[in-house]
């Protein structure tokens, strides 16, 4: 579930790279021992503070310069699910009042292909965002961390060190004490995990969308809902030529208030605004813009009502519009605006896609490029009935209501 960033504490996990292959079984060998015992220790604070602590996990990648949307919906799908589970079998959840808010970054591998140079060199006032930065846009985006954590073996530490050296020359930082805690790995390596980051094997052509969409009702935002975010601004061109005056749209339809009065557990429905606001802050914390709360500061954000319909705009000085409509049908946007190329949805909303092309082909308009999100699921995963339902609970927001009932009744 998420939180509005702001007084809640903000911790960074730095993750080695991950294994080439990516599976359930080799990302649980590789992560799974460290995210635990960081979870456990966030989920002491959420509790002890009775707020959410706000975790970024960081996995260093080399996808960069070619996009390859299986690998990379299969590297965070996974360690979401991996997230989801660690946190059912510890009883890490807002119905035990020990929430942790976990949201994964990709940065480049500094360390592969010989990038360490391109790492290190400054860049004087850099605006440039991800979905995919740089260890040094990582450490100077601005995020206040008061804990950086990683593994304690040698690659973590490698990553780690590298961290904090660029943000020490990055800009001003009067950030205050960060606390650095590195946990002991107990990792196993399978003969099949090589953990140099992952190939090509999944020959998906690279996206070159300039308007991209996505729509949902984003109710208590899930780590469902982040994948899909995530794989959204992805599917964003970001190979930009320097000089380029092109410009790029990202377009969040969220469901109105009025379709969602027959919903259950209604009471504890977010209204429009809060749903905006946490897709707001989790797209714009992806995206490396500064801190959630904040633009840069060449940025603009206009907020307009238009009639019946609620619009948010953040207008950003990288090239990239994020605009927030309210929608009022399975379409919104995608069928008014001509200029999207693409539509981002779940599976299990396949159809939903096709009809979008169906309205679009009565305009005589070009058909969108429909990428899927899987839907995540606990198979083999763990042994137990009860984690397993837990982890199911976690993809669902009408569940997220009910148990916010039960811990309030």
């Not at 606990?378 to 569940?399: G, V």
Request: hydrophobic share 40%; charged share 20%; glycine share 4%.
């Amino acid at each position: 579930m998420s939180s509005e960033v702001g007084s809640q504490p903000l911790w960074l996990l730095i993750l080695p790279s991950p294994p080439r292959e990516v599976t359930s079984s080799t990302i649980r060998s590789l992560y799974a021992s460290t995210i635990s015992q960081v979870l456990q220790a966030a989920a002491n604070i959420s509790s002890t503070l009775s707020t959410v602590t706000v975790l970024d996990i960081a996995i260093p990648c080399n996808f960069s310069e070619r996009f390859w949307y299986s690998d990379l919906q299969s590297l965070l799908g996974q360690v979401y699910k991996l997230v989801c589970l660690l946190c059912a079998e510890n009883s890490i959840d807002v119905q035990y009042g020990n929430d942790v808010d976990v949201r994964i970054l990709l940065f480049e591998d500094p360390y592969n292909e010989g990038r360490l140079k391109d790492t290190m060199q400054v860049v004087q006032n850099d605006l440039s965002i991800g979905p995919i930065a740089s260890l040094r846009r990582l450490a100077g985006c601005g995020r206040s961390w008061q804990r950086v954590c990683s593994a304690d073996d040698e690659s973590s530490d490698r990553l780690l060190e590298l961290f904090l050296r660029l943000r020490n020359e990055s800009f001003d930082y009067s950030k205050g004490h960060i606390v650095i805690e590195r946990f002991a790995s107990k990792r196993s390596s399978p003969a099949s995990m090589n953990t140099t980051s992952p190939g090509t094997h999944h020959k998906v052509p690279r996206a070159h969308h300039d308007a991209v969409a996505v729509g949902g009702t984003f109710d208590h935002l899930h780590v469902g809902h982040k994948l899909l975010l995530s794989m959204t601004a992805l599917v964003l061109n970001t190979n930009l030529k320097p000089g380029s005056k092109a410009t790029r749209s990202l377009t969040v339809g969220i469901t109105g208030d009025k379709l969602l009065e027959n919903k259950r557990f209604s009471e504890h429905l977010q209204d429009w605004h809060q749903r905006q606001a946490a897709v707001e802050s989790f797209l714009l914390a992806f995206l490396f813009v500064d801190e959630p709360s904040r633009k840069l500061p060449s940025s603009k954000n206009e907020k307009k009502e238009g009639g019946h319909q609620r619009i948010v705009s953040n207008i950003l000085a990288s090239d990239l519009a994020i605009e927030y409509i309210e929608i009022f049908d399975a379409f919104g946007p995608t069928i008014t605006n001509e200029s999207i190329s693409a539509l981002v949805l779940s599976a299990e909303t396949r159809a939903g896609g096709i009809a979008v092309n169906e309205k679009r082909a009565e305009r005589q308009w070009t058909a969108l490029d429909i990428f899927e999100v899987d839907v995540l699921d606990s198979a083999d995963a763990t042994n137990s009935d009860h984690a397993t339902n837990d982890f199911q609970n976690k993809l669902s927001s009408t569940e997220i209501r009910r148990r916010l009932a039960n811990r309030q009744a």
